[in-house]
């Protein structure tokens, strides 16, 4: 990890409300450069609302978010030019091709007209997209269509990377690229990612927090008691028995 303390991200006490309900309640979040945050949850404990309030998808009820120094409520375009940010189901257009797909959206990320093949060209590589770079992503199989919508939240080499189910749909041997793409990128940003296996986030992430029912009730470094981490999300498996996880 970066020894620089100045967080890249910061939320303090976000709330969300769906009528009289806090799907989000009192969530604060710090990251630095190099973090990776496993965001671990089992269904409906509100993992994907966060992380869109965190992308400025969706506006808090309560609390503040702050990206690369940016406030998101006051500053929103600088500080959204600095997020990457894959929801739970890509953001793809079926009918383009990978490449001009990936063009697009440096286009809109503003990334400048002379560095568009380079960057186009490097984030296929780098997500495995080169040899499917002409065909329509519609006509890709649900692994390659993650893996394009991995490429466009980090195309334009954003400050802070949101990721919400990035292995799913995945083959173990894409998982395990995905998890060295994560941790490489890691190395000038910070990452949050979102998931409902505990391996997934023991295998790479420097911290791990646990949500149920819209809270966060664990928060620690990924090299703290894991036996503990264990215990409690095996009581919130067998608490919510019977319910799908995502």
Known sequence: ???????????????????????????????????ILGLLGLNGAGKSTTLKMLAGVLTP?????????????DDPIAAKQQIGFLPDQPPVYPDLSVAAYLKLSAQLRRVPSNHLKEQ???????????EVAKKRIGKLSKGYQQRVGLAQALIHKPAVALLDEP?????????????????????????????????????ICNRIAVMHNGKLVHNQRADENLDQLQNLFNELVQKESGSAIT
């Open 1 to 35: 990890m970066s020894s620089d303390p100045t967080p890249l991200l910061q939320a303090s006490d976000l709330t969300r409300m769906v009528n009289t309900t806090a799907v989000v309640d009192n969530v604060s979040l710090s990251l630095q450069r190099g973090d």
């Open 120 to 130: 186009t060209d490097a984030i296929m590589e780098r997500c495995e997209l080169t």
């Open 61 to 73: 009820d309560a609390g503040q978010i702050t990206i690369a120094g940016h406030s998101l409520h």
């Open 167 to 203: 292995s799913n749909g995945l083959d173990p041997q894409q998982m395990q690229s995905m998890r060295n793409l994560i941790t490489d990128v890691a190395e000038q940003s910070c990452v949050i990612f979102s998931t409902h296996l505990l391996s997934e986030v023991t295998a």
